[in-house]
């Protein structure tokens, strides 16, 4: 059993940044999906962001250009710099993790596919 977790939330103004970091001790897996998703209470959760086993990222529009997605050179540790935050990105941020066929190509938006899941950080940005 995979028991990703994350760290690294916090409170920040407009404009500022915040690093989250995502542990998974013990996962070992040729080829993956690892992704960051973020939920606000009452609204659906958005994929933000997703890396597999070779390093190829995605990321969501609303993220694209703010926020990049890393992992260590031994693939348990996954990171999430965010960088002009704004208001609306605060939420709960979660990282999740799945194993996947080496054709499978990771979305940002694939947040149904995670099959691990952490209990999340909160990110929240004042203006």
């Known amino acids: 059993q995979v028991q990703p977790v994350e760290s690294g939330g916090g409170s920040v103004q407009s404009g500022g940044s915040l690093r989250l970091s995502c542990a998974a001790p013990?996962?070992?897996?040729?080829?993956?999906?690892m992704g960051w998703v973020r939920q606000v209470p009452g609204k659906e959760r958005e994929g933000i962001a997703a890396?597999?086993?070779?390093?190829?990222?995605d990321y969501a529009d609303s993220v694209k250009g703010r926020f990049t997605i890393s992992q260590d050179d031994a693939k348990n540790n996954f990171y999430l710099q965010m960088s002009g935050l704004k208001p609306e990105d605060t939420a709960m941020y979660y990282c999740?993790?799945?194993?996947?066929?080496?054709?499978?190509?990771?979305?940002?938006?694939?947040?149904?596919?995670?099959?691990?899941w952490g209990q999340g950080t909160q990110v929240t940005v004042s203006s």
């Open positions: 999740a993790l799945s194993r996947v066929p080496s054709w499978y190509e990771c979305g940002a938006g694939d947040s149904g596919a995670y099959n691990y």
């Open positions: 013990g996962y070992s897996t040729s080829n993956y999906c």
């Open positions: 890396i597999d086993n070779y390093g190829r990222t």
